[in-house]
């Protein structure tokens, strides 16, 4: 199946997404501590000859870190994109964004960016929430320059993974968003014709002292939005009672674990 070919997400399910991130604006960097390590992580990955005239922070949420990367990369000019405009609101209210770096809101999956002109695509925990991985693939690709840099990080398969055990034990309605695996992320782009540098996947285990602290970290970062065929109905006291005990099995001295899968990787577009 071609990228022309691919089944697109619906546009309902993307302005869904832009909502749940929206609400979450002003108190996601309270809480958004692994995405904030991850997207440092990335930072130090890119590589040290990078010198691109463009370059684009791809769901750049209120920008935690677009300020370090202007500053490590001073002569680029930075468009800092999300689909959440609230999300931009709040980055350019904490001064985020100076210098050369525009916010524009707008969707991964169209952006509004001319082909080839782009040096350096950055993005750090946002893309999984773009299902279609070919056409995604192919609009990133079709955006670099020749010789550019795509890198980015995002949690892959097996991770909330013990939050999902825990739901299955109550019912068998989605609860937890799917994870797409890192070989179907690394082969969509492959697919496209960008060429792996670096890539890994590391995992973060976090622990909260119960399940209410889960759901208010991932309410927060607008992670808590699941992606679902049909309107979420209500849980019923016996059910949420039913997940809760579920977890309280894997409870440790830590607390309740909830675990990540991260992917990190950079790609290149052949010269």
Not at 158 to 182: C, I, K, M, Y
Not at 193 to 205: E, F, I, K, S
Not at 233 to 241: K, M
Request: with cysteine; charged share 20%; hydrophobic share 45%.
């Amino acid at each position: 199946m071609s990228a022309e070919q691919a089944p697109q997400q619906p546009v309902a399910t993307r302005r869904a997404v832009a909502e749940s991130f929206g609400r979450a604006a002003r108190s996601y960097d309270a809480h958004a501590r692994l995405q904030l390590a991850a997207a440092r992580t990335l930072k130090g990955m890119l590589p040290e000859d990078l010198a691109p005239a463009w370059a684009v922070d791809l769901g750049v949420g209120t920008g935690p870190v677009t300020r370090a990367l202007c500053e490590q990369l001073p002569k680029t000019r930075w468009l800092a994109l999300d689909i959440a405009e609230p999300m931009l609101h709040e980055g350019v209210a904490r001064g985020r964004f100076v210098g050369q770096c525009q916010p524009v809101c707008a969707d991964a999956m169209q952006l509004p960016l001319a082909a080839a002109s782009a040096g350096l695509v950055f993005s750090s925990f946002a893309l999984q929430w773009c299902t279609a991985l070919p056409p995604l693939a192919a609009e990133i690709a079709r955006v670099m320059a020749p010789g550019g840099v795509f890198a980015f990080c995002l949690p892959v398969a097996g991770t909330l993974a013990e939050l999902r055990e825990s739901w299955a034990a109550a019912d068998d309605a989605p609860h937890v968003n799917r994870f797409q695996r890192s070989d179907d992320w690394l082969a969509a782009l492959q697919a496209a014709g960008l060429q792996v540098d670096t890539a890994h996947t590391h995992q973060v285990r976090e622990h909260y002292p119960d399940v209410r602290a889960i759901a208010t970290m991932l309410r927060a970062t607008g992670a808590g939005h699941v992606v679902r065929a049909a309107p979420a109905g209500l849980t019923g006291r016996r059910r949420y009672a039913a997940f809760q005990s579920a977890y309280e099995q894997l409870r440790t001295s830590q607390g309740l674990p909830l675990s990540w899968q991260v992917l990190y990787a950079v790609l290149r577009k052949p010269a």
